[in-house]
């Protein structure tokens, strides 16, 4: 066997193998999660745990997600992926040469990055609206 047959099998290997191993990991993941959720519930149940206390150990966690700033965000890095493509045909760059994809990647981080400091920039100015209130637990 020579070497392009040997990198064109791990190549097929590899790309076969990735997906299903993802697809088994998830499918792990979330028979454990559903495991423990039921050993919460049986212990709750044999320690005759009150409705209210159970129910909040019961209720998800979920972290607490800023949505109003979301669209702020995906302005900045849709601006900064225009302005990165603009400045590679500006250059003279082809599309089909590196320098076009380095230069459209260079703009999303820096739209990225300007999305970020404009977020953090208000955050600071007005802390009581970083979070979404609706989604805290500790206010119902």
Do not use: W
């Amino acid at each position: 066997m020579n070497s392009i047959d040997l990198e064109a099998t791990l190549a097929i290997i590899l790309s076969l193998g990735i997906p299903i191993i993802a697809i088994v990991m998830t499918f792990i993941a979330v028979i454990r999660k559903h495991s423990d959720q039921t050993r919460l519930r049986l212990s709750l149940v044999e320690h005759a745990t009150d409705p209210e206390s159970a129910r909040l150990l019961l209720a998800e966690q979920a972290a607490p997600v800023s949505s109003k700033y979301r669209l702020l965000r995906y302005g900045c890095a849709t601006t900064g992926l225009g302005l990165g493509a603009l400045a590679a045909s500006l250059m003279g760059i082809n599309i089909k040469e590196q320098g076009f994809l380095i230069a459209i990647i260079l703009g999303l981080g820096l739209g990225m990055l300007a999305g970020f400091v404009a977020e953090y920039l208000l955050t600071r100015k007005h802390p009581e609206s970083a979070t979404d209130e609706s989604l805290s637990p500790s206010r119902q």
